[in-house]
């Protein structure tokens, strides 16, 4: 998430596509009324009238999965319009802050060329070569060539003007169903935010990561909000609406496989040393304008090498890097492919700490089926959930089930200190307000007990392999059975100087030679000495509620919006809702990341009245408001590009292959519509190449075709229940609001069928069956496209055979594929067919 959540507010023109904020994301809605209440107008573009599009001005209709033609379909309307209308649009932000000027390889060719493919395809392994989704450089810089009247034919721009001349409001008709007229009204009324001095926000949900193309998607919200020049400004940017509370966080901790903390890429087993390790991870550019954050990485690694083992890693032993586990290079451990792995025996043991994929998991039956193939299973949550309890669901005999199970009863949020980090990077303090029941315990201290318990066992153990990898960490949190102080935790995650002992100020002050620790370099900053502090911190100790957390920087909270040093009004500050004391945002407490986009060459905002960063003075001057993102001079005295964590500064419109850390996407350098894995058309409008040629498939066998299942499903959430449910399902007041599974479908839909509302009905397909309670209603449409009419039903997923409300869940139904970039699940765009029960 660029922005921030009190951000929203300085909105003029909000785009929610692929979410319904105010059903699921109630807290970032009320931001959306706040702006809203100032002028800004709020576009909804949904495949169902939600309740957020019941409060928008322009409600537009979308059929799953086609979010890349819907977009697409927008960009060329805004690339037309800004050759008509250049005065319209902010070209120096677009000449000078994206790479709409580079000039791509000649060799290069894309889907108006390949009919639908790019350069590079392998049929045979489902790959592309990527060696010419490259820059021309200069033979003798190597600095990537620029055409800054954007009229060379290899440039950016227009490669991106070809790549989407096809997606035409026809085109969009044909593919996405949305009506020619609404589509333009969306088109031109978004395409306003691109005047200088005017913000449009992007912000999407799980509508848009839960699709075979999703990072694609989610790739043509930056190109369009890059042409519009909305990323870095007040009010602008692309903005995440997680899940849950702490989705960020989890993230920024590597709760990922490709990743360790701070985004760190994963050591493979080719990476014999750390050196091998660096080299293959860092980028590099002799762009002297370029800051390429991401060369920094040698530094990260080995204070995070020293935050893990301490006095055991060392210059001599490489920093103990050989005690690091190293997956192997080209295998898949996402969740599809683990639950894959189970079922074949692969995989003996498995622990789920307050997740339950036995609802949650795509393919549900296949992942229940699995779990059967565990020697022992772990489950860590309030309640027993459908997963803890896989041995025990219907149609399953117990005692033909050797799986081990061990449940161990968790704390909830309210009885736990801790930290979590929301979307728009806020990391805030929590503070115990209740003892938990029973035997119930926080993850904290069952983590910290069992590895007190695995270290003994190594200890006993001379012949344990890696024995002295785990006898080496630095784990000192608490006696076994004792409360672990969370602080303790976060103060090794900001790390350490080590000559002083003194907890570290910012990440900039890391070292590759082993005299800083730090667990999470985009954290290092959040918990500092008192000495530290800021002065305005210094004269406002009253901003921590509790003393004992002074220089916990999550904890503060200070209400007044003031910037970054305690500017006021009077100081010249102009308040845009920053509230730069309130919590502690990563990285340095940035608020806006790429802010240095917010202002021109000068350092002057394009927004004056909603300035994120301004420069006052001359060479020798300094920026006032937000924390500047690479901190340097304005353009104009030296300073650098604005996008500093891509090797060549500039936002990308075009992702070009420039190595391992920077490599394009797996399916194209830009974004292109194919059909879902299972799609109501028999083929794709738009080319001869129907689905993603690189999407990841596990169950070929299992697909739905539209001549046995011609219905479109796609699953969501209601306010009542929280995800996989085991929360929620055991609240009764809950389950009283919210009590069945229930499937919503069309007024017409349901007359073709012989449903009536409230009629018990079947959803079925290839993978399952499952019932639900029909809603039938307006809210859906059937989707007219070029004469072809296509149903589509809506299913929430949170029910299981768990709790005090049971019932189905939709991921029964889902199919076993995946992004090809992250593997995420398809659970927004699947076939089925509907019956009454």
Not at 307 to 328: C, E, L, Q, R
Not at 580 to 594: C, G, K, L, M
Not at 744 to 769: F, H, M, P, Q, Y
């Amino acid at each position: 998430m660029t922005n921030h959540w009190n951000d929203v507010a300085n909105s003029d023109y909000i785009m929610v596509i692929a979410g319904n904020p105010a059903e699921n994301h109630p807290a970032a809605y009320g931001h959306i009324t706040d702006a809203m209440e100032r002028g800004a107008k709020l576009i909804v573009v949904d495949p169902r009238f939600t309740r957020s599009a019941s409060k928008a001005h322009i409600y537009c209709p979308i059929r799953s999965g086609t979010d890349v033609a819907f977009i697409g379909g927008v960009i060329k309307w805004v690339m037309d319009d800004m050759q008509a209308n250049p005065g319209n649009y902010n070209m120096t932000y677009v000449t000078e802050y994206t790479n709409a000027a580079f000039l791509v390889n000649p060799d290069y060719q894309g889907p108006p060329d390949l009919d639908g493919l790019f350069a590079g395809y392998d049929a045979e392994k489902r790959t592309y070569g990527k060696t010419k989704w490259t820059y021309q450089t200069d033979s003798v810089t190597g600095i990537p060539l620029k055409d800054k009247t954007l009229q060379d034919s290899n440039c950016v721009f227009q490669i991106l003007k070809k790549h989407f001349a096809r997606y035409t409001p026809e085109m969009v008709n044909k593919i996405a169903g949305t009506p020619v007229e609404k589509f333009l009204e969306v088109a031109r009324t978004f395409a306003e935010s691109g005047a200088v001095g005017k913000a449009g926000n992007i912000m999407y949900a799980m509508g848009a990561t839960h699709h075979t193309n999703g990072v694609q998607i989610i790739r043509s919200y930056a190109i369009l909000q890059l042409l519009l020049g909305n990323v870095g400004v007040a009010g602008g940017g692309i903005q995440a609406m997680r899940g849950e509370s702490n989705v960020q966080g989890s993230t920024d901790q590597a709760l990922l496989s490709h990743i360790i903390p701070g985004y760190l890429n994963v050591p493979l087993h080719t990476d014999v040393t750390l050196q091998t390790y660096i080299d293959r991870t860092t980028p590099k550019t002799s762009d002297p304008l370029s800051l390429n954050w991401w060369k920094n990485p040698p530094k990260y690694i080995k204070s995070l090498l020293k935050a893990w083992w301490g006095s055991a890693a060392t210059v001599d032993n490489d920093f103990a890097f050989h005690y690091m586990p190293k997956p192997k290079s080209g295998k898949n451990y996402t969740h599809i492919a683990l639950f894959e792995a189970m079922e074949k025996g692969e995989v003996k043991g498995l622990m789920c700490w307050g997740q339950n994929p036995a609802v949650g998991s795509p393919n549900a039956n296949q992942t229940r089926g699995a779990l059967e193939k565990l020697e022992w299973l772990v489950c860590t949550d309030l309640w027993e959930t459908e997963t803890s309890i896989f041995w025990k669901r219907p149609d399953v005999d117990p005692s033909t089930i050797n799986t081990e199970v061990f449940q161990l009863p968790a704390s909830g949020s309210f009885e736990k200190e801790g930290s979590v980090t929301n979307s728009g990077r806020w990391m805030q303090w929590r503070y115990k307000c209740a003892d938990a029941p029973g035997e119930a315990r926080a993850d904290l201290e069952m983590l910290n007990d069992l590895m007190l318990k695995v270290r003994k066992l190594y200890e006993d153990d001379i012949a344990a392999p890696n024995r002295d990898g785990v006898l080496g960490l630095t784990w000192d949190y608490a006696p076994y059975g004792e409360p672990v102080d969370p602080q303790k935790v976060v103060k090794e995650m900001n790390g350490y100087d080590l000559a002083t002992s003194k907890l570290m100020t910012s990440f900039a002050n890391l070292k590759d030679d082993g005299t800083t620790s730090c667990g999470n370099w985009v954290y290092c900053g959040c918990c500092v000495e008192q000495e530290s502090l800021d002065a305005f911190e210094k004269a406002h100790l009253d901003m921590w509620p509790d003393t004992n957390h002074i220089g916990n920087r999550a904890a503060r909270r200070y209400e007044a919006d003031v910037g970054n040093g305690g500017y006021d009004a009077a100081a010249g500050y102009k308040p845009i809702g920053l509230y730069s004391y309130y919590a502690w945002s990563w990285p340095v407490n940035r608020r806006i990341v790429y802010n240095r986009a917010a202002v021109d060459l000068n350092g002057q905002p394009w927004d004056q009245d909603h300035p994120v960063i301004t420069w006052v003075g001359d060479t020798t001057g300094s920026w006032k408001g937000d924390v500047p993102d690479g901190g340097g001079k304005a353009m104009v005295y030296g300073g650098h590009q604005p996008f500093i964590m891509r090797s060549e500064g500039h936002g990308c419109l075009f992702t070009a292959n420039l190595g391992t850390r920077e490599a394009s996407l797996a399916d194209g350098p830009l974004p292109e519509h194919y059909e879902p894995w299972e799609s109501p058309l028999v083929a794709n409008p738009l080319s001869g190449t129907k689905n993603d040629p690189v999407i990841k498939i596990w169950r070929p066998d299992e697909q739905s075709t539209p001549d046995k299942y011609p219905i479109v499903a796609s699953t969501y959430r209601v306010v009542e229940h929280w995800q996989a449910g085991q929360m929620t399902r055991n609240l009764p007041w809950l389950v009283e609001q919210m009590p069945n599974m229930f499937v919503e479908l069309s007024e017409e839909l349901a007359e073709e069928k012989g449903i009536a509302n409230g009629d018990e009905v079947r959803v079925w397909n290839t993978r399952g069956e499952i019932g639900a309670v029909a809603v039938v209603t307006k809210r859906l449409k059937p989707f007219q496209m070029n004469g072809t009419t296509v149903h589509q039903i809506g299913m929430p997923w949170h029910w299981g055979y768990a709790g005090l409300s049971t019932g189905d869940s939709a991921n029964v139904l889902t199919p076993s594929v995946g992004d090809p970039n992250t593997t995420i699940p398809e659970y927004k765009a699947f076939l089925c067919d509907i019956r009454r029960a």
